[in-house]
């Protein structure tokens, strides 16, 4: 694993290429086979991997190619899930109103839901490790769903209920498999898993009494009931840590903002302040956190609290189609180096470039352009800050 300070990294998820997105058209309208599918993501890892280790970054992934989006592909792997359009379960006229509150895209978006028992036949994402560690000598990323995320978005009142009475009772098989699913992915030699967690991060917007948007969104569809900030927040923490403990390896958590094509006054704002101290009781080794994003709030929220692991620092803001240059980008690591060492800041971009295969939220040159001057920033700062590596 990378011993230097500076760390570049990536969140996970890049564009895919349009050749990509038809042959998983193709797939799915049984037009190829699963074998011919397989090759066109094979190839495309190969090129993103390529392309990720031509712009510098030292900590890459797949692009997460093989998946149809971040959250549902475990509708795809995971015994007991299925792949739902959320335009199907958009039935009533709450779950109309929120998803125009939020502009989401419930045509593209589908989402798993539970409809049987959960159960690990097969593994999650080891073949996506084994296969990038094949392709490259870089260092690896594996990102898998965090436990809160699937307790909001996979239980419904009507599908899930044969198999669980309630979400409580839902998540504690998804636990197990994701445990599973780490132990197996350090076993074989990921460097870096990460959970990814919307699901907290909404919570920034969320009053007592009152959900952030993407929680009415939820409840509208599934039938989930809301039980207030702080349970809500000590739930998410409690099942991070139940699924993290033991681990030896790097595991970080995602604590993302909303990625979707959306202008930004309908995605979630607000600092992590709201979510402190509460948030820093993670047993992860790594927060990776949204920081160029005007949307997330400012560094200062660590102004008074400490958090004593790493940060996985947002310096790219994924959504703005301006590049930012090496200056502006050493600048906001900068504003960190008041609350964190130099060994403890990796430079990443604020969420992925597309978190679904119908959504990108940036394009593949633009994306690359980006990681570039990220990667140029760690340079001045790893000239700048020397004497600070380990």
Not at 15 to 26: D, G, Q, S, T, V
Not at 29 to 38: A, D, K, P, Q
Not at 235 to 254: Q, S, T, Y
Not at 362 to 375: C, G, P, Q, W, Y
Request: hydrophobic share 40%.
């Amino acid at each position: 694993m990378v011993s230097i300070v500076f760390v570049t990294s990536v969140v996970g998820s890049f564009p895919r290429p349009k050749w990509l997105i038809e042959a998983r058209r193709a797939f799915e309208e049984g037009r190829i086979s699963r074998e011919e599918l397989r090759e066109y993501e094979d190839d495309a890892v190969k090129v993103v991997v390529k392309e990720q280790e031509m712009v510098g970054v030292e900590v890459i992934s797949d692009g997460e190619y093989r998946r149809f989006s971040f959250l549902g592909f475990v509708g795809e792997k995971v015994e007991g899930f299925s792949l739902v359009p959320v335009s199907r379960l958009a039935v009533s006229a709450e779950a109309r109103s929120a998803i125009e509150a939020m502009s989401f895209p419930e045509r593209a978006v589908r989402n798993p839901v539970v409809v049987g028992r959960i159960s690990r036949p097969r593994p999650m994402a080891l073949d996506e490790l084994l296969f990038l560690k094949g392709v490259t000598s870089r260092a690896v990323k594996i990102a898998l769903p965090s436990p809160y995320t699937i307790y909001w978005n996979a239980w419904h009142h009507e599908l899930s209920k044969p198999y669980y009475p309630s979400p409580d009772a839902m998540i504690q098989d998804y636990i197990k498999v994701l445990r599973q699913e780490i132990a197996e992915l350090f076993e074989k030699g990921a460097d870096f898993v990460q959970l990814d967690e919307p699901a907290m991060g909404n919570l920034v917007e969320a009053g007592d009494d009152k959900p952030d948007r993407y929680k009415r969104l939820l409840t509208a569809l599934n039938g989930i009931r809301y039980r207030g900030f702080r349970d809500e927040l000590a739930l998410a923490v409690d099942l991070i840590n139940e699924a993290v403990k033991g681990f030896g390896g790097r595991i970080g958590v995602h604590i993302c903002r909303g990625n979707w094509p959306a202008p930004e006054e309908y995605l979630i704002k607000g600092g992590y302040e709201k979510l402190m101290p509460a948030m820093l009781d993670m047993k992860a080794k790594q927060l990776v956190l949204e920081y160029a994003t005007p949307r997330a709030g400012s560094i200062e929220a660590f102004k008074e609290y400490t958090w004593g692991g790493e940060i996985g620092l947002g310096v790219i803001d994924v959504k703005n189609p301006e590049v930012e240059t090496p200056e502006v980008i050493v600048k906001r690591v900068e504003r960190a180096l008041r609350y964190f060492d130099p060994e403890k800041i990796w430079l990443n971009p604020d969420c992925g470039f597309a978190s679904g295969l119908p959504w990108p939220v940036s394009t593949r040159n633009i994306a690359l352009e980006k990681l570039r001057n990220m990667v140029k920033a760690s340079g001045i700062l790893r000239m700048r800050y020397r004497a600070s590596e380990r």
